[in-house]
């Protein structure tokens, strides 16, 4: 067998982890290294990696550059989304919350986009307030309510509707939301009526369309279809006298768990960039697993290895309530030990990698090769940079765990663990009911 030197870390096409004499490394800096001085678990962020997606996206549409808007429920930490603004990104937000985060990291209004079934009377006037760029509106009750509220306020809302194009994206149906079955987005003969009584709305200026159809896509014939869907809404729109100038593709790009084939940002741009020239608009993208999931990864500790029925578990630190993807949709992430196990990879060991979390669904993964262990070990899940760190709760009195950023040979604590006090910060015992 080839040395354990070359396992297939290299198979995780792009990102910046490789080994140094067998030694995981993020970067420059051995995940040991940082897992040794933080503990577990731990989430682990390469810039490098980060920042080379952002540019790869935006290289590929060249002189058609879009306005990207990360999506900040993909991963919401400050230094994550600061690092994002800098780059020249927009920000994609979900709730008054998200607003909050993304103008403490620094983001200009100008580059933020507000999309969700169930925006509420405050967020709205937050949004207003801060002057976002615009709303992705998702029901017509939800744009009569923005227009009395921008009227009251003597304001005009930016307003994009969300169509639901009524295409399956072939993902999971969890995260398949441009059916016509799920709660998003707002059907063709719907959007187009509200587009030919534009007039209703005096606190509204309509400048564009939205569509978002799921989550980590492979391929680009989804989107090509939903774009030819929206247009005859658009050209609609514009005949009534609608000047939609915007069209915003959502998210949803799909990166490599395992050994999907996704499309790369140049195929993706080269199936969509005709139709967008041929419609004239102006395009925005919404990413959020594309830049942020395999730039990061949670490390954890072995604690025990138990053996039951003919089945080996490995117990480790992390759990469901750190990383929900494999209990939540069956998502696989690539579990390696962070040092070389002397015994070679692929011999004597092959284990269900488990939580401490009392759930049977608390599985991290399945049937996995990892050599011989002793506890103590760390492992690496990889691709675990979006929708890990958000996803995470308390659930059984668990700690969230702490994240760290690298950057060439440096690195940085970007969130603390959280304290025992964190648990209970919000309870409040009330003398009034209970002595
Ligand atoms: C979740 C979401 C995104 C990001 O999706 P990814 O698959 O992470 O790229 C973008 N836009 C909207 C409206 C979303 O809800």
């Known amino acids: 067998m080839a040395p354990t030197t070359e396992h297939p870390v290299t198979m995780y096409y792009p990102h910046d982890l490789h080994r140094r004499h067998g030694d995981l490394c993020c970067e420059q800096v051995l995940v040991a290294r940082i897992a040794k001085a933080v503990g577990t678990p731990v989430y682990i962020y390469s810039y490098k990696t980060l920042v ?9 549409f060249g002189a058609h550059a ?9 991963n919401g930490n400050l230094a994550i989304l600061r690092l994002v603004v800098q780059q020249g990104a927009g920000l994609d937000i979900v709730s008054g919350g998200e607003l909050y985060k993304a103008q403490q990291a620094g983001c200009p209004a100008s580059r933020i986009v507000f999309a969700s079934v169930g925006k509420r009377p405050d967020e709205i006037r937050h949004a207003l307030t801060a ?14 309510a923005i227009n009395d509220i921008a009227r009251r306020m003597r304001t005009t809302a930016r307003v994009a509707l969300r169509i639901n194009p009524d295409v399956d994206a072939h993902t999971h149906t969890y995260i398949t939301t441009g059916v016509a079955e ?10 187009i009526t509200l587009l030919r009584r534009h007039a209703d709305y005096p606190g509204i200026r309509f400048i564009g369309l939205h569509v978002h159809i799921g989550s980590q896509i492979s391929d680009s014939a989804p989107f090509v279809k939903a774009i030819r869907r929206v247009a005859e809404v658009l050209e609609q729109g514009r005949a009534v006298g609608v000047p939609l100038e915007w069209l915003n593709l959502g998210g949803g790009l799909g ?23 041929q419609l004239q608009v102006r395009l925005i993208l919404e990413p959020g697993r594309f830049i942020i999931g395999n730039a990061g990864l949670l490390v954890t500790e072995l604690l025990y290895i138990k053996q039951a029925r003919g089945k080996r578990f490995a117990v480790v630190d992390a759990g469901m309530n750190d990383l929900i993807r494999p209990a939540l949709y069956g998502a ?12 070679g990879w692929h011999r004597a060991g ?5 939580g401490p979390v009392c759930e049977s669904a608390d599985v991290l993964a399945r049937r996995r090769s990892l050599g011989v262990m002793e506890p103590g070990v760390l492992l690496a899940i990889l691709g675990a940079g979006a929708y890990g760190s958000t996803m995470t709760s308390n659930y059984n009195g668990r700690l969230r765990p702490a994240e760290v950023l690298v950057r060439g040979r440096r690195w940085a604590v970007i969130r603390q663990r959280e304290t025992l006090k964190d648990l209970i910060r919000h309870d409040v015992i009330p003398r009034s009911l209970i002595r």
């Open 52 to 60: 080379e997606h952002v540019r790869r996206l935006r290289a590929a």
């Open 66 to 74: 879009p306005l990207i808007c990360f999506s900040v429920k993909a």
């Open 131 to 144: 002057g976002i760029f615009c709303f992705n509106v998702e029901s017509a009750p939800e744009l009569a």
């Open 182 to 191: 799920t709660k998003f987005g707002i059907d063709r003969v719907t959007a």
């Open 255 to 277: 990166i490599i768990y395992k050994d999907e084939r996704p499309q790369t940002p140049q195929a993706f741009a080269a199936a969509v960039l005709p139709l967008i020239r």
């Open 332 to 343: 696989y992430h690539e579990v390696m030990p962070v040092t070389a196990p002397v015994t």
């Open 350 to 354: 092959v284990y269900d990698v488990v």
